[in-house]
């Protein structure tokens, strides 16, 4: 039985929700309007309750590159509101990430959210993680998860151009940002990053060149396996080693990869680090 900490299911009431708006982003009926792209028809199969065998866990997150999170307050929690009934409704395996605002955080509300069963809280990479919100996980020992956000995808460019380009952007600046500014004033935070952190971990190299420095590597700070495959993984693995590497499928845009280093490599990574990310103990099974 494993664990997989990055899914996207959107359920009827999170759906309502869009579908009550008439301003991006919205849905009308199936095709989702955001600002500065296209509309996108989306496949409601993709939000069915899919099939979870051999999961014990399955943590559902917001899709941050709608832009919820950055929308003000009283557009925003609307919508989160939605997502978390849904997302708690889901029942097992499924468990959840809570989202907040940024446009005008709020950390009591933040604690409240958090206090009804969420796993931890995740952030769009663009969003400033803001001192008050990280206190709140800290002192309940939760873990942040960092997602991609909003992207333009730029004039001209082919469908694949935001997953490629802005999302590995983010996570590449969010990666960096977190090791120089949030780590030292937030020492016992664990974070996990999407996508192998955009695979920032692998210009250290660049980074000692050009005076970044090399510490040890931080345990606390993990990265999924979303989109990516057993040449990444094993990248990320000689450079972090594998006790930070985490399985994540950003179902149902993808599906959970083969690490392909083995039986062993591939229990740390489905099973003993994602529990250590979600409650911070080590695990012997």
């Given at each position: ?162 997953a490629l380009v802005p999302y590995v952007q983010q996570m590449h600046a969010s990666w960096h940002y977190f090791h120089a500014v ?104």
């Amino acid at each position: 039985m494993g664990i997989d900490v990055h899914q996207h299911l959107w359920t009827s009431a999170f759906v309502d929700a869009l579908r009550a708006r008439g301003t991006p982003p919205y849905l009308d009926g199936w095709t989702l309007i955001l600002d500065g792209e296209p509309p996108y028809e989306v496949d409601p199969a993709d939000h069915e309750r899919r099939d979870t065998t051999g999961l014990e866990l399955a943590l559902v997150s917001l899709s941050s590159p709608l832009g919820i999170e950055f929308l003000p307050p009283e557009e925003c929690w609307p919508l989160l509101d939605a997502y978390h009934d849904g997302a708690l409704a889901l029942g097992e395996p499924y468990g959840a990430w809570a989202a907040t605002c940024h446009s005008e955080p709020d950390a009591d509300r933040l604690a409240r959210d958090l206090d009804r069963g969420f796993a931890g809280l995740q952030i769009p990479a663009t969003a400033v993680p803001e001192d008050e919100l990280l206190e709140v996980l800290t002192g309940r020992d939760l873990p942040l998860f960092v997602h991609p956000g909003p992207a333009d995808p730029g004039s001209g460019t082919p469908p694949w151009w935001p997953a490629l380009v802005p999302y590995v952007q983010q996570m590449h600046a969010s990666w960096h940002y977190f090791h120089a500014v949030v780590r030292p004033r937030h020492p016992r935070l664990r974070v996990c990053f999407a996508l192998l952190a955009g695979l920032a971990p692998l210009h250290s190299e660049r980074l000692i060149t050009r005076g970044g420095g090399r510490g040890l590597v931080d345990r606390d700070f993990f990265v999924e396996t979303s989109s990516y495959g057993p040449r990444a993984i094993d990248a990320i693995v000689r450079e972090l080693g594998i006790d930070v590497v985490v399985n994540g499928s950003d179902a149902p845009y993808a599906t959970a990869p083969d690490p392909g280093l083995g039986a062993a490599a591939e229990h740390a990574i489905k099973v003993v680090n994602p529990r250590r990310l979600i409650s911070g103990k080590e695990s012997r099974k």
